[in-house]
């Protein structure tokens, strides 16, 4: 019997990861599609879409999915048409949050949006309501390994980065908009492979949240959130070392 519940757990994690991958690829898939319709099939000229496949590959995404999802968005393979949308609200302990969204249907993705704002005591708001609060980056993260730390930061800072911080095992690279693409072009031909390069809004100054009910109110809301096949990625400008912002 004991061994019947071990398999019964070992299946059921594997199927909440599998469940977990395929919400991933759903989100990765839409944003490969955007970036063809708004910049083209080939990679070598649209750095969205490079960007967007190297996270594809990074999560192993297949590369079928990859080639589908190309396909839909240069108008090969009929579907769904994604807009990108952002919504900007607050969460409990006036905690800043941006939701930043693909969807096929603006009324669904709004309407689940404020329900998971309203349902743990934040409230949606208007644009422009927190975003001022944020910076917009570009951010690469590198596995240290034996690199030289000063010889990889004279690297990127001649690549164009704005920043490199060390945390941990990697190097953390920060970039204006405009400069991202760049370095993540000088930086790949310089061999170097990434854990993370994507555009993020990063928090100007962070809030401490102390009350331990409004921590679980935040982070159950931010996991909802997150959970929305319409929604890319989260960020807020709480203080928790156990929170992500994807």
């Known amino acids: 019997m004991s061994g019947h519940n071990k398999w019964s757990s070992i299946k059921d994690k594997k199927g909440k990861e599998d469940a977990k991958r395929g919400k991933i690829f759903t989100k990765i898939a839409r944003m490969i599609s955007v970036a063809v319709r708004e910049g083209g099939p080939d990679p070598d000229y649209n750095p969205s879409l ?7 590959k990074a999560e192993n995404m297949p590369n079928d999915n990859i080639q589908r999802a190309i396909k839909k968005g240069s108008g090969e393979d009929s579907g769904a048409s994604y807009e990108k949308i952002i919504y900007e609200g607050y969460g409990p302990e006036g905690v800043a949050v941006i939701v930043n969204c693909l969807t096929d249907n603006r009324n669904r993705t709004a309407a689940d949006i404020r329900h ?10 208007q644009n422009g309501s927190v975003i001022f609060m944020f910076d917009h980056k570009g951010v690469l993260t590198i596995d240290k390994n034996d690199k030289d730390e000063e010889e990889f930061m004279l690297e990127a800072i001649d690549a164009g980065a ?5 945390e941990e095992d990697l190097f953390v690279v920060t970039t ?3 400069d991202f693409a760049k370095v993540r072009d000088n ?8 854990h993370t390069a ?6 100007q100054n962070e809030i401490a949240v102390e009350d331990p009910e409004a921590q679980k ?3 159950k809301m931010i996991d909802m959130l997150e959970d929305n096949d319409d929604v890319q990625s989260v ?3 709480w203080q928790n070392e156990d929170s992500e912002n994807e």
């Open 162 to 166: 704005e920043d490199v911080q060390m």
């Open 116 to 125: 998971a704002f309203d349902k743990f005591g934040g409230n949606l708001g």
């Open 235 to 237: 960020f807020h400008n």
């Open 50 to 56: 490079k960007s967007a496949i190297e996270k594809a």
């Open 187 to 194: 930086l790949l031909e310089n061999g170097y492979e990434f």
């Open 217 to 219: 109110k935040l982070q």
């Open 176 to 178: 204006s908009m405009d």
């Open 198 to 203: 994507d555009l993020f809004y990063l928090p």
